[in-house]
């Protein structure tokens, strides 16, 4: 059974950090791209981050220079690092796990950027 689960949201204030993870189980971690997206109130989901099976990463503009993925294929997990946060970024975030034809995704973790 393949799950996906993040972790790591919260209330953060303007200008602060969250280290958003994400754990895969039940496929083979290292041959999957892992994706970033979010959902703020109202709108429709994008892509915030990319990383690849090879460790190639892209982001969104509106990520660019202030967060970054990464991957630790020992521990099957997924990291979004979010610095300088604004209140625009206050969003569900989900992972999802890609691969040829297959997509696996997690619930979401709400990530709230406020004063």
């Known amino acids: 059974q393949v799950q996906v689960v993040e972790s790591g949201g919260g209330l953060v204030q303007p200008g602060g950090s969250l280290r958003l993870s994400c754990a895969a189980s039940?496929?083979?971690?290292?041959?999957?791209?892992m994706n970033w997206y979010r959902q703020a109130p109202g709108k429709g989901r994008e892509l915030v981050a990319i990383?690849?099976?090879?460790?190639?990463?892209n982001y969104a503009d509106s990520a660019k220079g202030r967060f970054t993925i990464s991957r630790d294929n020992a521990k099957d997990t997924v990291y979004l690092q979010m610095n300088n946060l604004k209140p625009e970024d206050t969003a569900v975030y989900y992972c999802?796990?890609?691969?040829?034809?297959?997509?696996?995704w997690g619930k979401g973790t709400l990530v709230t950027v406020s004063s």
């Open positions: 999802a796990a890609r691969s040829t034809g297959v997509d696996y």
């Open positions: 039940g496929i083979a971690f290292r041959v999957y791209a």
């Open positions: 990383i690849t099976s090879d460790g190639t990463t």
